[in-house]
């Protein structure tokens, strides 16, 4: 079956710190990959995706690059900010699937000054 | 362009008690999709439909929860009677049809916080 797993937080890091969050999948056929980021208090917004093998999502200096070969779509940021600090879910969907989205657990990121 | 609406955003109840929650989809996206978000997971599929048919509520609990999307636009779920376990967040999002090429992303209301005592 489809599955993702994400790195566990809470993650904590310093102003202008490099961030990863890891994130491996599990599908059944060739899926999209999706990075959701939800702030305090909001629904959950797009951050970036990527719809085949190699490809790079970017967005608002995040990015994420489709492995096929390691089944991965780790989520980095090379310089985060305080206004970065929410909670990251990586996500997938199956094509002919009815759009279905798998979500992982969610990764807690706290940017301080 | 508006964004999905949700109403109301918090809810506090008593168990065995009963609740509804209200969401109106982005103008134009034909599915609609409500979620369990229990606090530290993801979100949890429960109903999806298109216009107003049902297309996947395999995980929906049918013996206290209903949802239904009677004009192929709004959409109501509603919990009777509420457990304890039922505390959680509440999304609905909203995406255009799927077909069989990529997955369109789905856009998400901020959610209703339920509270079961």
């Known amino acids: 079956g489809n599955s993702v797993t994400q790195m566990e937080g809470p993650v904590t890091l310093s102003e202008e710190a490099f961030l990863t969050i890891n994130c491996t999948y599990t599908?059944?056929?060739?899926?999209?990959l999706f990075w959701y980021v939800q702030y305090p208090g909001e629904g959950l917004q797009l951050l970036l995706k990527a719809t085949k093998a190699d490809d790079k999502g970017s967005n608002k200096g995040f990015e994420a690059t489709y492995r096929k070969e390691t089944t991965s779509f780790h989520l980095e940021k090379g310089s985060v900010q305080v206004s970065d600090s929410a909670v990251y879910f990586c996500a997938l969907s199956e094509r002919g699937t009815g759009n279905q989205f798998y979500f992982g657990t969610g990764t807690s990121l706290t940017v301080i000054p | 362009e508006a964004g999905v609406a949700q109403s109301p955003r918090y809810k506090i109840i008593e168990k065995r008690q009963s609740v509804a929650f209200w969401c109106n989809p982005i103008?134009?996206?034909?599915?609609l999709y409500w979620y369990q978000q229990i606090l530290g997971q993801g979100p949890k599929l429960l109903i999806q439909f298109q216009n107003n048919g049902v297309v996947d509520d395999s995980q929906l609990p049918k013996d206290r929860f209903s949802a239904e999307r009677l004009k192929g636009v709004d959409s109501t779920l509603k919990i009777q009677p509420a457990k304890l376990e039922d505390s959680a967040v509440y999304l609905c999002a909203s995406s255009f049809p799927p077909g069989a090429g990529i997955p369109y992303e789905q856009y998400f209301g901020p959610g209703t916080r339920l509270t079961v005592t």
């Open positions: 599908a059944t056929g060739y899926p999209s």
């Open positions: 103008s134009g996206h034909a599915t």
